[in-house]
């Protein structure tokens, strides 16, 4: 056990160590947290009880992922595929894009809740190739919405932390505890589903089979 647990820790540190300058704050560098992720863990962290410039829903998450950059970048703006693993999404469409491709136009309907309506609105995602993603609400049910990817490769080869951040605030009346419980229930799942998915056409690509179907 304790061996077991000392090869987490320095696996920990050996995936970590290299982000030091691209955290915003310090709640990755926890110990506890380190663990986790070493173990294959999503790692979730709200705000809506601690943050008073954000009082309807911020969440943090971060999870390590056995795949490049640029493969985990494929799905994430991938309509097709993402609609297979992130929770209550119905739809997801693009409707605008850059010339360039530095920006594109993403229509979302997400049924959060059993007893709740369907909600549709556009965000526009600002892409930075190949490890970061804003994004922000430009119109629709929602109030606001805004958030970032962040995909930063690690010392283990192939191995990418994957953190997320997003602001949510519906702009309709919704129990505080209802918002909390959806994030943090909601997104270790759509996480973990990006794991899985990526991972497994990550070993698909290097046996020379195909990849998943979205």
């Known amino acids: 056990m304790i061996r077991s647990s000392l090869y987490r820790w320095c696996l920990a540190i050996a ?3 290299p982000l030091a300058a691209t955290v915003q704050d310090d709640w990755l560098a926890e110990p ?3 663990l986790r992720l070493a173990a294959g863990e999503v790692v979730v ?4 009880a601690t943050d ?3 009082p309807r829903g911020l969440v943090r998450a971060a999870v390590f992922i056995r795949a490049p950059a640029e493969t985990i970048w494929t799905v994430i703006t991938d309509c097709r595929q993402t609609v297979s693993f992130v929770p209550g999404l119905r739809r997801c469409r693009s409707i605008a ?3 360039d491709g530095r920006w594109e136009d993403i229509e979302h309907e997400v049924r959060y ?9 556009v965000f526009r995602a600002e892409y930075h190739r190949p490890d970061r993603i804003d994004f922000h609400r430009i119109s629709g ?3 606001d919405e805004h958030g970032t990817w962040l995909l930063t490769p690690t010392r283990v080869a192939a191995t990418t932390l994957v953190q997320y951040e997003m602001y949510l605030d519906p702009g309709f009346w919704v129990p505080q505890t209802l918002v909390a419980r959806s994030l943090r229930k909601d997104l270790p799942t759509a996480l973990t589903g990006l794991k899985e998915r990526v991972e497994s056409t990550a070993a698909a690509s290097e046996r020379g089979g195909a990849p998943p179907a979205p």
């Not at 809740?113 to 609105?121: E, G, K, N, T, V």
């Open 45 to 48: 962290q709200t705000a809506t």
């Open 52 to 54: 008073p410039a954000h």
């Open 15 to 17: 995936l970590i160590q």
């Open 32 to 34: 506890s947290v380190q």
């Open 113 to 121: 809740s059993w007893f709740l309506p369907s909600i549709r609105y």
């Open 97 to 99: 894009r850059a010339a």
């Open 141 to 143: 049910d929602l109030k």
